[in-house]
């Protein structure tokens, strides 16, 4: 079983940064990708970003490249996003997952969820 606990959501003005953090517990955070989705109201969920269990394969929303990085620190459990120059549209609740084996794009092929945290960008 995997727990993942997501934090560092608020409010921020627009062109300001945001980092997300997904803490996990378990033994075995090292074996899992990791993603990180947004939903906002009235939207589907959608893939923002995922990282492979080494670190060494990211995969972006093209929408998004440029100004999202995800990162991860296997020996914390923990997974980042860092958000830069946010707009308003980045308005969501924000939540990561993870599943074995490789990235997916898809929320349907994630095992495990966090409960979100939210992420308003508003001047």
């Known amino acids: 079983q995997v727990q993942l606990v997501e934090s560092g959501g608020g409010l921020v003005q627009p062109g300001g940064s945001l980092r997300l953090s997904c803490a996990s517990s378990?033994?075995?955070?090292?074996?899992?990708?990791m993603a990180w989705f947004r939903q906002a109201p009235g939207k589907e969920r959608e893939f923002v970003a995922g990282?492979?269990?080494?670190?060494?394969?990211?995969s972006y929303a093209d929408s998004l490249k440029g100004r999202f990085t995800i990162s991860r620190d296997n020996a914390k459990n923990t997974v980042y996003l860092q958000m830069d120059s946010l707009k308003p549209e980045d308005t969501a609740e924000y939540y990561c997952?993870?599943?074995?084996?490789?990235?997916?794009?898809?929320?349907?092929?994630?095992?495990?969820w966090g409960q979100g945290t939210h992420v308003t960008v508003s001047s």
């Open positions: 378990g033994r075995t955070f090292s074996s899992y990708a």
């Open positions: 990282i492979s269990w080494t670190g060494s394969i990211t």
């Open positions: 997952a993870a599943r074995l084996q490789g990235v997916r794009r898809t929320q349907y092929d994630y095992d495990y």
